[in-house]
């Protein structure tokens, strides 16, 4: 639902306008060089931070990313009950999908001490962010409160500082709380958790695959999710965007959740989305140039995380790779676009797309042309994509995107080698010969 303080114009299906933007798109100066500075790993999950507290507000980037580590009071001063060493808590985080066991990474957990009957509110221990095994763990921590010793529980929250899965019967992110184990001694504890909510779940660890895509090269900042909320998956891009998945088997389809999440991205970038990317529409058919650019990028999107060249509904599938015949032709319909990009991205050749030696890479793509470079149409975007490319890529791209029906041009000055001149030098107001060898570019040359 919108916020009640930003004037929206709903769409049917799929988007909806805000009229007055104030979102900061940038990074903190520590995040950015943090992000500088961080080693990137294909096979490990980029680290998120757990929230400080479970507060369902959004989180600025002043106030994050940091850890709770806060020690608990010394009660053994407070009622000389005494404490029992320190404890270890640690497990792995997981859903159950189709009878596999899935894990739940970048989800934020809490370790409590239940205290509210006895001390009159629970202390808040510590939180961590499970990794890609969906593995968490607590260490060395002090075990006491103020009736002896810790009465242990955990909390596991489908939230972090960069995305969540929110509840709607509650309003707020899902949550899985594990029973107290009261008074327990020092010493090593293994809680794995399942969690019981799996089609939210699998929804969130979607939404991870996305994030960590765009966060390789520019971290997109909040973006929420409701489910089940809604009979139709749509995208309100407020501050911040909030993605409505309805019930049924919407949450089983990866290209629908990645597809919402684009849109999300697109208004992180933009800050407001393309003009005219609103209303109606059908895959084949032709509307506005902002309609194709927003719901082409959002196509292509998915693409980036699983590579198949296909998009899948519940309704069916469409082969962008292969687009049919019969769609309407030119950048006002959101499959030649999205084609288009791929095209671009991957190293597929097919008919003119033949850029399987100069792709271009997704943080070209992404960061370079889209991040705080508002566009409302492809064209505009490729005018601005233009200048990160080289040679090759634009040449080749040139073709990619004709291949997709749509008419782009790129200059590319060619490369002068083996200069020569006969007589040496050849003086102003005489004759003589100049030879040179020319490699790439399109153009004209004027000497």
């Given at each position: 639902?919108?916020?009640?303080?930003?004037?929206?114009?709903?769409?049917?299906?799929?988007?909806?306008?805000?009229?007055?933007?104030?979102?900061?798109?940038?990074?903190?100066?520590?995040?950015?060089?943090?992000?500088?500075?961080?080693?990137?790993?294909?096979?490990?999950?980029?680290?998120?931070?757990?929230?400080?507290?479970?507060?369902?507000?959004?989180?600025?980037?002043?106030?994050?990313?940091?850890?709770?580590?806060?020690?608990?009071?010394?009660?053994?001063?407070?009622?000389?009950?005494?404490?029992?060493?320190?404890?270890?808590?640690?497990?792995?985080?997981?859903?159950?999908?189709?009878?596999?066991?899935?894990?739940?990474?970048?989800?934020?957990?809490?370790?409590?001490?239940?205290?509210?009957?006895?001390?009159?509110?629970?202390?808040?221990?510590?939180?961590?962010?499970?990794?890609?095994?969906?593995?968490?763990?607590?260490?060395?921590?002090?075990?006491?409160?103020?009736?002896?010793?810790?009465?242990?529980?955990?909390?596991?929250?489908?939230?972090?500082?960069?995305?969540?899965?929110?509840?709607?019967?509650?309003?707020?992110?899902?949550?899985?709380?594990?029973?107290?184990?009261?008074?327990?001694?020092?010493?090593?504890?293994?809680?794995?958790?399942?969690?019981?909510?799996?089609?939210?779940?699998?929804?969130?660890?979607?939404?991870?695959?996305?994030?960590?895509?765009?966060?390789?090269?520019?971290?997109?900042?909040?973006?929420?999710?409701?489910?089940?909320?809604?009979?139709?998956?749509?995208?309100?891009?407020?501050?911040?965007?909030?993605?409505?998945?309805?019930?049924?088997?919407?949450?089983?389809?990866?290209?629908?959740?990645?597809?919402?999440?684009?849109?999300?991205?697109?208004?992180?970038?933009?800050?407001?989305?393309?003009?005219?990317?609103?209303?109606?529409?059908?895959?084949?058919?032709?509307?506005?140039?902002?309609?194709?650019?927003?719901?082409?990028?959002?196509?292509?999107?998915?693409?980036?995380?699983?590579?198949?060249?296909?998009?899948?509904?519940?309704?069916?599938?469409?082969?962008?790779?292969?687009?049919?015949?019969?769609?309407?032709?030119?950048?006002?319909?959101?499959?030649?676009?999205?084609?288009?990009?791929?095209?671009?991205?991957?190293?597929?050749?097919?008919?003119?797309?033949?850029?399987?030696?100069?792709?271009?890479?997704?943080?070209?793509?992404?960061?370079?042309?889209?991040?705080?470079?508002?566009?409302?149409?492809?064209?505009?975007?490729?005018?601005?994509?233009?200048?990160?490319?080289?040679?090759?890529?634009?040449?080749?791209?040139?073709?990619?995107?004709?291949?997709?029906?749509?008419?782009?041009?790129?200059?590319?000055?060619?490369?002068?080698?083996?200069?020569?001149?006969?007589?040496?030098?050849?003086?102003?107001?005489?004759?003589?010969?100049?030879?040179c060898n020319l490699s790439q570019g399109n153009g004209d040359l004027t000497y």
């Open positions: 639902m919108a916020n009640s303080n930003i004037d929206t114009i709903k769409l049917i299906d799929e988007i909806f306008l805000e009229v007055n933007d104030s979102d900061s798109r940038f990074l903190s100066s520590t995040e950015y060089e943090l992000l500088k500075i961080k080693t990137i790993e294909e096979s490990q999950p980029k680290h998120l931070y757990a929230l400080d507290s479970p507060i369902l507000q959004p989180i600025k980037n002043s106030e994050q990313p940091k850890m709770i580590l806060g020690p608990p009071q010394d009660d053994n001063i407070k009622t000389n009950l005494g404490c029992d060493g320190t404890i270890n808590v640690s497990g792995f985080v997981y859903y159950n999908e189709n009878g596999v066991q899935k894990p739940l990474i970048n989800s934020s957990v809490y370790l409590y001490d239940d205290d509210i009957m006895v001390c009159g509110s629970d202390d808040l221990i510590a939180s961590t962010i499970t990794d890609w095994n969906g593995y968490y763990q607590f260490t060395n921590i002090e075990n006491c409160d103020c009736s002896g010793t810790i009465d242990m529980y955990l909390k596991v929250i489908m939230w972090n500082t960069q995305f969540r899965v929110i509840n709607p019967s509650s309003d707020k992110p899902y949550t899985h709380i594990t029973p107290t184990e009261n008074d327990i001694p020092g010493g090593t504890y293994i809680r794995d958790m399942e969690i019981p909510y799996p089609g939210a779940a699998k929804i969130f660890a979607t939404i991870n695959l996305g994030w960590n895509v765009a966060a390789q090269s520019q971290w997109p900042g909040d973006i929420w999710t409701r489910y089940p909320d809604g009979t139709w998956p749509f995208t309100e891009v407020g501050n911040p965007p909030i993605i409505y998945i309805p019930g049924g088997s919407w949450y089983n389809f990866p290209d629908v959740i990645l597809h919402e999440y684009a849109h999300g991205l697109m208004k992180k970038a933009y800050g407001i989305m393309p003009n005219n990317s609103g209303g109606t529409h059908y895959i084949h058919l032709c509307y506005t140039e902002g309609l194709g650019w927003a719901e082409d990028w959002a196509n292509f999107y998915p693409q980036v995380i699983n590579n198949d060249g296909s998009l899948d509904f519940p309704f069916g599938s469409i082969n962008i790779e292969r687009i049919p015949n019969y769609f309407c032709e030119g950048q006002t319909n959101e499959a030649r676009v999205a084609g288009a990009l791929l095209d671009l991205w991957d190293i597929n050749n097919d008919s003119l797309d033949q850029n399987s030696n100069s792709p271009i890479p997704f943080v070209t793509l992404w960061r370079d042309a889209m991040w705080g470079k508002r566009k409302n149409s492809f064209s505009e975007y490729w005018n601005t994509l233009h200048p990160y490319l080289t040679c090759n890529q634009k040449l080749s791209g040139v073709q990619s995107v004709k291949n997709n029906t749509i008419t782009v041009s790129s200059i590319c000055p060619p490369i002068i080698s083996n200069f020569t001149q006969s007589p040496k030098p050849i003086y102003q107001g005489t004759s003589g010969t100049v030879t």
